[in-house]
């Protein structure tokens, strides 16, 4: 427990050189990953009640690990707690709040992008870069998990853009929608992982170099084009 949290997405953060000194992740990571890539997926499908019990039967681990990783993912939106009848996979979204959610990035995250390179700092240009270069190696050879480690990675790309902007309330806000975690569970597919990372490069250059519009610009971009890719997926829910 030393490092919580600090696994999986964070190892290619951590500037090793290669996986021979990656650490595996520690069993609340494995449990948390393993039930968001569950969610993801929809094997849990949006709505369904989770067991606690049945899941200690499943991954054969204690209560433990499985309330922990509950907890992370009710304050990730993805689980809800309702009381007297416990965890089940939050609702999917409907497409007016997916649209919403575009809506929301738009106005936010070219603002956030141009505020981080013209204040950027080398912890932060260190950062992106090692986040940029996890999510063109996936290290999984399981589908589902490469995919939604790729989710949190692109969470915690963009986060870390709207963090290093300066504008607590801006990250503040693009933290509550969620937006990340919803929109992966649209659709399991390596289709929407693929542009995104030549995307995340041109941002990243943007804000290396300092350039804010370039930046801004970018990122506009990369919005605009995930739309693209996500719309379809979105269009089919009712
Ligand atoms: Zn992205």
């Given at each position: 427990?030393?490092?919580?949290?600090?696994?999986?997405?964070?190892?290619?953060?951590?500037?090793?050189?290669?996986?021979?000194?990656?650490?595996r992740?520690?069993?609340?990571?494995?449990?948390?990953?393993?039930?968001l890539?569950?969610?993801?997926?929809?094997?849990?499908?949006?709505?369904?009640?989770?067991?606690?019990?049945?899941?200690?039967?499943?991954?054969?681990?204690?209560?433990?690990?499985?309330?922990?990783?509950l907890?992370?993912?009710?304050?990730?939106?993805?689980?809800?707690?309702?009381?007297?009848?416990?965890?089940?996979?939050?609702?999917?979204?409907?497409?007016?709040?997916?649209?919403?959610?575009?809506?929301?990035?738009?106005?936010?995250?070219?603002?956030?992008?141009k505020?981080?390179?013209?204040?950027?700092?080398?912890?932060?240009?260190?950062?992106?870069?090692?986040?940029?270069?996890?999510?063109?190696?996936?290290?999984?050879?399981?589908?589902?998990?490469a995919y939604?480690?790729?989710?949190?990675?692109?969470?915690?790309?963009?986060?870390?853009?709207?963090?290093?902007?300066?504008?607590?309330?801006?990250?503040?806000?693009?933290?509550?929608?969620?937006?990340?975690?919803?929109?992966?569970?649209?659709r399991?597919?390596?289709?929407?992982?693929?542009?995104?990372v030549?995307?995340?490069?041109?941002?990243?250059?943007?804000?290396?170099?300092?350039?804010?519009?370039?930046?801004?610009?970018?990122?506009?971009e990369?919005?605009?084009?995930?739309?693209?890719?996500?719309?379809?997926?979105?269009?089919?829910?009712?």
């Amino acid at each position: 427990m030393s490092e919580p949290k600090k696994t999986a997405f964070f190892k290619a953060a951590e500037k090793t050189n290669h996986s021979a000194i990656q650490r595996r992740p520690s069993l609340d990571e494995e449990v948390y990953e393993t039930l968001l890539a569950q969610l993801i997926s929809l094997k849990i499908a949006p709505g369904n009640r989770i067991a606690v019990d049945a899941l200690v039967r499943e991954m054969g681990v204690s209560q433990t690990p499985i309330r922990a990783a509950l907890i992370r993912l009710e304050n990730e939106g993805l689980v809800i707690k309702t009381h007297n009848v416990g965890y089940s996979a939050a609702p999917m979204p409907s497409r007016a709040h997916f649209e919403q959610i575009y809506d929301l990035r738009l106005l936010l995250e070219p603002y956030a992008a141009k505020c981080t390179a013209e204040a950027v700092t080398d912890e932060v240009r260190e950062e992106l870069a090692a986040l940029d270069q996890a999510m063109a190696t996936p290290n999984s050879d399981d589908n589902k998990r490469a995919y939604s480690q790729f989710a949190l990675l692109d969470a915690k790309f963009h986060n870390l853009i709207a963090t290093a902007s300066g504008n607590r309330l801006v990250a503040e806000a693009l933290a509550r929608s969620y937006a990340h975690m919803h929109l992966f569970r649209l659709r399991y597919h390596s289709v929407v992982t693929e542009g995104a990372v030549q995307e995340h490069a041109a941002i990243m250059k943007g804000i290396i170099a300092g350039d804010g519009q370039a930046a801004k610009e970018a990122m506009e971009e990369h919005l605009l084009r995930s739309l693209g890719r996500w719309k379809p997926f979105f269009d089919a829910t009712p």
